[in-house]
């Protein structure tokens, strides 16, 4: 079983590696570790200076261990590391139960029990990585059958990427399962009306808008709405694609036409 305990490199390295990436390069790094519990832990005039260097910590360790040669002090330090992100979910739990995690995506997810089973789950594997003697790369095939199968449980283990497979789940099985599905159902206006004020497209743009409703029509899943706008480049037409079918107002989105171009839809 050596090929398995060379594969853990690749699989604890490209996690370690993933999560630094989101914490040196997202965008929005530094507001999320100011609503992490590491805020909680060393203040949040510092949480970002030190988001950023555990992600350095996670970065160098998972290089270490997809490069050759194999060491197993690589692996122990992941396993340092997942003992360190258990203590430091016990202390989020206990001090800051409502703050996010900030672990491998910007989703606000407070610390809950799949959290807790990641950690343990990467410091095994960490364990387990310790005892290889050959690259990962020596069992590609291998290696990316458990990369395939210890992944999805990583995935289905971080509530921070639920919005990336599980919500879209869920709706796929509520579409499957509803009663009325193969039915038509006929949306109110109004409702879609309702979901477009709540929008951020809408409130993006509420200020240029200068009538009420125009007109409306039905494409597919979404229903467009037209309004007048005046833009500093003159007259225009605020075209707004809602989802007819389900309520999801960070969906909408919005095109300003100026008035002398033909719109076709």
Known sequence: MAWLASAQQAVVGGVLLWASGFKLLHRN?????????????????????????????????????????VHAA?????????????????????????SSCGCLGDKHTPVRGRGFA??????????????????????PLATVGVLIVEGAVI?????????????????WRVKRRHPLAGHTVEIPLESTVQQLWKSD???????????DLLDHWD???WRLLTYAARTPDG???????????????????VALVPADEEVLV
């Open 74 to 98: 690589e692996a122990y330090a992941a396993a340092v590391l997942s003992a360190g992100m258990l203590g430091y979910l016990a202390y989020g739990k206990l001090r800051a139960p409502e």
């Open 118 to 139: 990641r950690a343990a789950l990467l410091g095994v594997l960490s364990a387990v990585a310790a005892t290889a003697t050959d690259p990962w790369f020596d069992s």
């Open 155 to 171: 995935v289905a283990l971080s509530p921070e990427l639920d919005g990336r497979w599980l919500l879209r789940l869920r709706r």
């Open 219 to 221: 494409e597919g899943e």
């Open 29 to 69: 790094a530094s507001a999320h570790a100011r609503r992490s519990v590491l805020a909680k832990l060393v203040g949040k005039e510092r949480a970002a200076g030190a988001y950023r260097a555990v992600g350095a910590v996670e970065a160098l360790v998972g290089l270490l261990l997809l490069a050759p040669p």
């Open 201 to 211: 497209a809408y409130r993006s743009v509420v200020e240029q808008l200068t009538s």
């Open 235 to 253: 007259s225009a037409t605020a075209v707004f694609a809602v989802p007819r079918l389900a309520y999801e107002p960070d969906r909408v989105r």
